[in-house]
């Protein structure tokens, strides 16, 4: 079946033709390690066109380090983790206005994103709400290391008299210290175990959540690169672990929970929710209705950027058909937040006008699907009004004002919503006379009202005047 369009939309979520926009670019930062590896790297310099106090890294240093890096994330060791994680930031780093030609694709890292999110996957194991009754958790970063570097488990061990020093002893020695590292962390599981009541290395937690952070920005800035896009949208592990952040939204870290949404949006055209219900491995039992769910969810969080992103991701899900079974049972849930949206109290006019934008851009592609969704928009209380307002205020951006005018008039083309229609048969009029950006369309709508007489309604109301 042939999409919709094929287009990613801009701040109102879909019906341009224009070229894909993003969210903004990502701003990352790296240590001065990860600056100075880089820096010994390149073999060239920057190119004059780059300017501004930007940090560049050269485009060889991937594939120069490529195992490397992907060993570094797998290993565990914080002092490798943070390499990895400070070298990735610089290399998915772009300015708003940087064209270079030097990203960084996934492609040619193989095994990657698959290493990123298990630094995620590591942290979310320890930071899901705790139940009476402990579920075995397998640890796979630094599975076969006695001390990993995080928070305080080489002064835990230290205390037991139990960890060699190193440099003294032979390799058998150390062989069997290797083969009762299971031994030793049982019997320190009272400390090592990060979930456990009596774990008070807090420092450690905090510094796997701060690497599970660095790993969602680098994801979120890969999925800004039109050649990562499609390898992304068809990761079903990636997709799992994003859509379980931002389902997690009340327990997880803001900041995480950001940049797990930001990166829904920006994959979000490309994105078909069968892939839930898809032969491929599944490493979190996450399915298209639930997926649907979480973005509900951030529709009503307390966070009102999340919104706009949340309104962003269904005018841009629905675009795909296939998406259709997965929201359609959500249509009138969607509907009345949208609506809600665009009268949305705020003291920032910036942030209220983002979230009209994304409100009209979403009901703009969900009124094009089908009669059903057309007839249950007109029957949401205050959709019209609100639709008026965004166009009578008017919006900054005159294109939202024209989709709101192009959603009105998809009302009108149903017989059905005409009775309802009526009632604002006075303020478009208005609009004809007095704007003539958009009198065109409000002209179209009064003759679909006023000439077009197609039920028992409608007749009524012109034979006796109802």
Not at 33 to 39: H, T
Request: charged letters at 20%; a negative charge.
């Amino acid at each position: 079946m042939q999409k919709r369009e094929q287009s990613k939309s801009g701040g109102v979520g879909g019906g341009a033709s224009a070229p894909p926009a993003k969210r903004g670019r990502p701003f990352g930062s790296g240590g001065n390690s990860a600056a100075a590896a880089a820096a010994a790297a390149a073999e060239t310099a920057a190119p004059s066109t780059l300017l501004g106090p930007s940090l560049h890294v050269h485009s060889s240093f991937a594939d120069q380090n490529n195992k490397r890096i992907v060993l570094a994330l797998q290993s565990g060791l914080k002092s490798e983790l943070t390499w990895a994680l400070n070298t990735l930031t610089l290399l998915s780093f772009k300015e708003k206005d940087d064209m270079r030609k030097d990203t960084t694709p996934l492609a040619k890292i193989p095994g990657l994103l698959d290493a990123l999110l298990s630094v995620i996957d590591d942290w979310r194991d320890i930071a899901l709400p705790k139940e009476h009754v402990k579920a075995p958790r397998v640890r796979n970063l630094g599975a076969n290391l006695l001390v990993t570097g995080f928070g305080n488990e080489y002064e835990a061990l230290a205390s037991n008299g139990t960890l060699p020093l190193p440099g003294l002893g032979s390799s058998s020695q150390e062989a069997s210290v290797l083969s009762n590292v299971t031994k030793l962390r049982s019997s320190s599981e009272w400390w090592l175990d990060e979930d456990g009541l009596f774990n008070l290395d807090e420092e450690g937690r905090a510094e796997r959540q701060q690497c599970a952070v660095a790993a969602s920005n680098i994801i979120r800035n890969f999925s800004f690169m039109p050649d990562n896009e499609v390898i992304m949208a068809q990761h079903r592990h990636c997709l799992e672990t994003v859509f379980q952040c931002i389902e997690d939204y009340l327990t997880e870290d803001e900041e995480l929970v950001t940049n797990a949404l930001e990166t829904i949006v920006n994959l979000a055209p490309l994105l078909d929710l069968g892939i839930f219900s898809s032969s491929k491995p599944s490493y979190i039992k996450i399915t298209g209705k639930r997926a649907v769910q979480a973005i509900m969810g951030m529709l009503g969080s307390v966070v009102k950027t999340w919104h706009c992103a949340a309104a962003e991701v269904l005018g841009r899900l629905i675009i795909n058909p296939d998406n259709e079974p997965f929201l359609l049972p959500f249509v009138t849930q969607i509907h009345k937040r949208l609506v809600d949206l665009m009268s949305l109290p705020s003291v920032d006019v910036q942030t209220a006008h983002g979230a009209q934008a994304a409100a009209v851009g979403a009901l703009y592609n969900l009124a094009e699907v089908n009669m059903d969704c057309r007839l249950k928009l007109a029957s949401e209380r205050w959709a019209i009004d609100r639709l008026l307002k965004v166009i009578k205020a008017p919006h900054p951006v005159p294109e939202v004002c024209r989709k709101a005018a192009m959603i009105l008039e998809s009302l009108v083309s149903e017989p059905q919503n005409r009775a309802l229609l009526l009632a604002y048969e006075n303020a478009f009029a208005e609009i004809v006379f007095s704007d003539a950006r958009y009198s065109d369309t409000f002209a179209r709508i009064l003759y679909e009202l006023t000439s077009r007489p197609n039920n028992k309604v409608a007749a009524a109301r012109g034979v006796w005047g109802m």
